[in-house]
């Protein structure tokens, strides 16, 4: 199965992984957690390699992901087969690589050159093939204001095309509209979580629709349900708003319970769990990429498994739409 990025032309495969666990733990400094936990960075090889050994070409990262590790992980991975993948990485989160610490965000110009330049350095490349704003409620001014500079990293060749990391509509559309090279959105969606809004303005601006949290942050891949817990230095134990899917660092009851009443749809003609989850989002539109992250070789094998099965059939995605009805919270 192969997708493209939107309007740029880049073809990929339909299914990307996401590359923020494998990043390793990093924070605030403080209390505060923003990785995944502990990572194996020799397993973490082995699984880009076997999933590039199962036709999968897009690989998501960002500057800030263990505070540049993830980078380096990738980078070092795909050295000798560069032209041969898509990579994509975020900027504006600021970070230190010593502390492993990252804090704030930065929506300049300037900063925006500095994030590129360390990211080619840990990716050892010398060009990106999507580069995305990791600012995602920037004031739309701000974000037209770099539109400049990265129309002349284009030109340049350091950057093949442009995006941002958003969930907000009207600043997706706004930007798309007047951004000559933005060609993906990437949004939270998920079977859990549909975005329509979001969806739409992919569709109208011929913008890839990137899924991040594709399976709930792990709750859609079924190995939660049995109350097990996350690591301490885990993001899914932290209590920010947005993470709805764990509460006290184990599965929120509400949403697993939401997964047993659709598991059967999704697991129909052989599919596993994760694999009827990004069944169904390629089923929801045309544009979509999901991203599902990974830490193990294994991991990888099931995720990519999925493009054999390809999308939902109309009836399996009609059926899960009426069973969500009453709980999934759309994103806005």
């Not at 990025?5 to 494998?22: N, P, Q, T, Y």
Request: net charge negative.
């Amino acid at each position: 199965m192969r997708r493209l990025l939107g309007r740029s032309g880049i073809e990929v495969s339909g299914l990307g992984m996401g590359c923020w666990a494998i990043g390793g733990p990093y924070g605030n400094g403080g209390t505060e957690q923003f990785g995944w936990g502990e990572v194996d960075d020799a397993e973490s090889t082995r699984a880009l390699h076997r999933a590039f050994d199962l036709g999968v070409t897009f690989y998501d990262t960002a500057s800030s992901y263990g505070a540049g590790h993830s980078e380096r992980v990738l980078g070092a991975a795909f050295r000798d087969r560069r032209d041969q993948v898509v990579i994509a990485s975020k900027w504006g989160v600021v970070f230190d690589e010593e502390t492993r610490a990252a804090g704030g965000a930065d929506g300049s110009a300037a900063y925006l050159r500095t994030c590129l330049e360390g990211s080619l350095r840990r990716l050892g490349t010398d060009y990106v093939d999507l580069y995305q704003l990791h600012i995602g409620d920037l004031p739309l001014e701000q974000a037209l204001d770099l539109v400049g500079t990265l129309e002349e990293l284009v030109t340049a060749g350091s950057i093949r095309a442009y995006g941002w990391s958003t969930d907000d509509a009207s600043r997706a559309e706004a930007f798309a509209a007047r951004a000559p090279h933005c060609t993906a959105v990437q949004l939270d969606l998920s079977v859990l979580r549909d975005a329509p809004a979001m969806i739409a303005v992919c569709e109208a601006a011929d913008q890839a629709a990137i899924n991040r949290g594709p399976l709930a942050m792990g709750l859609l891949s079924g190995k939660y349900h049995d109350r097990r817990q996350v690591a301490g230095n885990d993001v899914r134990r932290m209590d920010y708003a947005w993470m709805r899917y764990f509460r006290d660092g184990a599965g929120s009851p509400e949403w697993l319970a939401a997964i047993d009443g659709i598991r059967e749809v999704l697991t129909g003609g052989g599919r596993t769990l994760a694999q009827g989850a990004l069944a169904w989002l390629w089923a929801r539109s045309a544009t979509t990429v999901p991203i599902p992250g990974f830490r193990t070789v294994a991991q990888v094998e099931e995720n990519a498994g999925a493009l054999a099965h390809g999308p939902l059939s109309a009836e399996e995605f009609a059926q899960v739409e009426k069973l969500l009805a009453a709980v999934r919270q759309p994103a806005h």
